[in-house]
Nanobody, 126 residues
Framework: QVQLVESGGGSVQAGGSLRLSCAAS??????????MGWFRQAPGKEREGVAA???????AYADSVKGRFTISRGNAKNTLYLQMNSLKPEDTAMYYC??????????????????WGQGTQVTVSS
């Protein structure tokens, strides 16, 4: 199994920054074999991929966050980060961390993951 725990959400004004963290653990977790991603879901909308990093370090971003968000793995190797800059009200959502064995995709699709965290709320006010 894989356990994922997100932290770092909160409320911020437009133009501000937040850094989300995701701590991964469990007997199944493997940094060298797993892709990890950040997803978000706003009320009434479908969950969407925001950023992902594959087991070989390749990254992918949704067009809506390119140039503003950066995904990275921590030196501890079982921690995933999402640095969010120049936040906009439309970034308001519950943000989820996800992980699974890499399947060759870019990691931005919901179906690529079986392991999910509980989410952390990000609210951006105008």
């Amino acid at each position: 199994q894989v356990q994922l725990v997100e932290s770092g959400g909160g409320s911020v004004q437009a133009g501000g920054s937040l850094r989300l963290s995701c701590a991964a653990s469990g007997s199944t977790y493997s940094r060298t074999q797993m892709s990890m991603g950040w997803f978000r879901q706003a009320p009434g909308k479908e969950r969407e991929g925001v950023a992902a990093i594959t087991n070989d370090g390749s990254t992918a971003y949704a067009d809506s966050v390119k140039g503003r968000f950066t995904i990275s793995r921590g030196n501890a190797k079982n921690t995933l980060y999402l640095q969010m800059n120049s936040l906009k009200p439309e970034d308001t959502a519950m943000y989820y961390c996800a992980a699974d064995f890499s399947r060759g995709g870019n990691g931005l699709m919901v179906y690529e993951y079986n392991y999910w965290g509980q989410g952390t709320q990000v609210t951006v006010s105008s």
